[in-house]
């Protein structure tokens, strides 16, 4: 069975950081492309970052562009989301998900993890 | 950006009853159109891929048509279970991934 887990969320002040986790179970990352979403109190859902089973190429919405980096421990077989200079904007649950079947389809999603960014 | 636009945004329906829901690109996705449904305090779940696939597990209830623009999935027979929140998502041309903004189905 796939489980995504999530860590590393909370509160924050905004100009601050933080850096989310997700270990994975089931499956083996570096196998597959994962990918941060999340969503917003209210809204709907938001692609945040990708990256590619190689680790070879990132992809970023254009919000977090140059504030979040995503990377991956093999050896560990997690998954982050580093993200700094955060604003109230920011503030959502953020899902860790795997694309199994196709690249850019969310086969399988974590719990999530709360971001709340207010001073 | 390829823009999702979901109809209705809300859907209030009996149990037993047919469910449509719509999803509109603002240009083709060609088949790379996605469906998933989000439970309050849980993590979504994909539903239907390449417009009509269904995923692992999912009850054949739930169906899904269309290509290019225009998209439609159906959920044949409502069970109370089904009261969720339905966002299609296209892969066609990204980054950025998009996804629409949810069409709410709720329970009678």
């Known amino acids: 069975e796939v489980q995504l887990v999530e860590s590393g969320g909370g509160l924050v002040k905004p100009g601050g950081s933080l850096r989310l986790s997700c270990a994975a179970s089931g499956l083996t990352v570096s196998n597959y492309n994962m990918n941060w979403v999340r969503q917003a109190p209210g809204k709907g859902l938001e692609w945040v970052a990708s990256?590619?089973?190689?680790?070879?190429?990132?992809y970023f919405a254009d919000l977090v562009k140059g504030r979040f980096t995503i990377s991956r421990d093999n050896a560990k077989n997690s998954l982050y989301l580093q993200m700094n200079s955060l604003r109230a904007e920011d503030t959502a649950v953020y899902y860790c998900a795997a694309s199994i079947t196709a690249t850019g389809l969310f086969d399988y999603w974590g719990q999530g993890a709360l971001v709340t960014v207010s001073s | 950006e390829i823009v999702l636009t979901q109809s209705p945004a809300t859907l209030s329906l009996s149990p037993g009853e047919r469910a449509t829901l719509s999803c509109r690109a603002s240009q083709s996705v060609s088949s790379y159109l996605a469906w998933y449904q989000r439970k309050p305090g849980q993590a979504p779940r994909l539903l239907i891929y390449d417009a009509s696939n269904r995923a692992t597990g999912i009850p054949a209830r739930f169906s899904g048509s269309g290509s290019g623009t225009d998209f439609t999935l159906t959920i044949s027979s409502l069970e109370p279970e089904d009261s969720a929140a339905y966002y299609c998502?296209?892969?066609?041309?990204?980054?950025?991934?998009?996804f629409g903004g949810g069409t709410k189905v709720e329970i009678k």
């Open positions: 990256i590619s089973s190689s680790s070879s190429y990132t």
């Open positions: 998502q296209q892969r066609f041309n990204w980054p950025p991934l998009t």
